[in-house]
């Protein structure tokens, strides 16, 4: 591997400088991605076909000095593959034709065929290890199962959550059925991911930040937990690091880190310096620059990255991130302000 600051940040061990990605890297606030989605005719079919999959993926790589990539996909995938029928439209976002509804849509799910069913994940992570050619590690993903099951029982984006809350407060058991089968189909998933050649992975549960405390752990973490414990992880060097990332989980970064990940990711409503005290030396830390902050003035970009660099302070395990996916508004020349003042600012340890 080239580079391995970001591999090597996750276990805590030494690194030059902070490593620094971002979520949604490969996205609309980029011409070329815009192009090659417009070549593709649609989002699913660019996620489908593992050329174009890749070639999204490297482009923010070529532009800017990134530590990591992450596959180009999506989290909806797992449930595209149970057969709710998932299209996803410019402005509309995404939506499932066939929603889980009933007891009996529940009882009918199915742990997707992984090779059979998403294999063109598969491929697109063996074609992105080839042509990345140990660049820079490759990053793997899924959804919570919790945020996929949000999307599956909406039908789509919710502000409310209406209709999983009432599940989830009238049927609880019935909830809990629907959460068993996409753990089970999240940790296959993943585990084909590592096979296939992913060097970390990450679990993003966006929404569960929506629960109260209690149903947090009982409805979110405790599933996150069971994907935790069925990874194979390897050891050693082979390692591979995984993260969570609750956003708006803030409140429950030590139950988090008890999970046995190696790394929360964080979003910008906390400080980093807390955060660390609180998870002391159990995890790593990936965040948190509100993506908004990508509309200021340069100088202010780079007071901010110092200031969340001087906040988490000396020692390895950080990787520096964005708190939550960055918005096509952004215009490209702000992303490679903020990559390069994680990297001025942090070499050796000059903050
Ligand atoms: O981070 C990356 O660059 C890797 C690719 C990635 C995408 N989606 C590409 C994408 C990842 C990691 C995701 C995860 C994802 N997808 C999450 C969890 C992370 C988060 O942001 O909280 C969620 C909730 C989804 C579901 C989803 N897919 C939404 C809400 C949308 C946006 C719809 C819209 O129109 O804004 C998508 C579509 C999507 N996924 C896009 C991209 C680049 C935009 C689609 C397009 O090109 O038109």
């Not at 996750?10 to 979520?23: F, H, I, N």
């Not at 490297?58 to 180009?72: H, K, S, V």
């Not at 609880?172 to 753990?183: C, F, G, M, R, S």
């Not at 109260?212 to 069971?226: E, G, N, P, V």
Request: include cysteine.
């Amino acid at each position: 591997m080239k580079n391995s600051r970001f591999l090597n940040a996750l276990l805590r061990k030494p690194v030059d400088a902070t490593p620094v990605w971002m979520m949604r890297q490969a996205g609309r606030y980029l011409p070329e991605y815009r192009a090659t989605r417009e070549k593709a005719g649609d989002f699913l079919t660019l996620c489908k076909t593992p050329e174009l999959a890749c070639e999204v993926t490297l482009q923010p790589l070529d532009r800017y000095a990134l530590d990591a990539a992450i596959l180009f996909s999506d989290i909806l995938t797992i449930p595209d593959a149970m057969g709710l029928g998932l299209s996803v439209n410019e402005g509309i976002g995404p939506r499932f034709e066939r929603p889980v509804k009933t007891e009996q849509d529940i009882k009918n799910l199915a742990v997707p065929d992984m090779e059979d069913e998403l294999g063109y994940v598969m491929n697109a992570v063996r074609l992105i290890r080839s042509e990345l050619n140990g660049r820079v590690p490759l990053i793997g993903f899924s959804g919570s199962p919790w945020t996929l099951a949000t999307y599956m029982i909406e039908g789509g984006s919710s502000k409310d959550f209406r209709e999983t809350k009432t599940l989830m407060y009238q049927q609880p058991d019935l909830l809990h059925q629907l959460l068993e089968t996409v753990a089970h189909s999240v940790t296959d998933y993943l585990n084909a991911q590592i096979a296939a050649g992913v060097q970390a992975v990450m679990i993003f549960d966006t929404w569960g930040g929506v629960l109260t405390t209690r149903d947090y752990a009982s409805f979110s973490l405790r599933y996150m937990q069971q994907i935790v414990d069925g990874l194979n992880k390897g050891n050693g060097d082979d390692r591979i690091p995984v993260i969570l990332f609750t956003k708006g989980g803030g409140l429950w970064l030590e139950q988090m880190a008890d999970t046995g990940c190696d790394a929360l990711g964080l979003d910008w409503s906390i400080e980093i310096g807390e955060a660390r005290k609180r998870v002391g030396d159990k995890v790593a830390l990936q965040g948190n620059m509100d993506p908004a902050m990508l509309r200021a003035p340069n100088e202010r970009i780079r007071e901010e990255v110092k200031h969340i660099l001087n906040s988490y302070g000396e020692g390895s395990g950080h990787i520096f991130n964005l708190g939550h996916g960055i918005t096509p508004d952004i215009d490209p020349a702000k992303v490679e302000v903020y990559v390069d003042a994680v990297h001025e600012f942090s070499r050796r340890g000059c903050c």
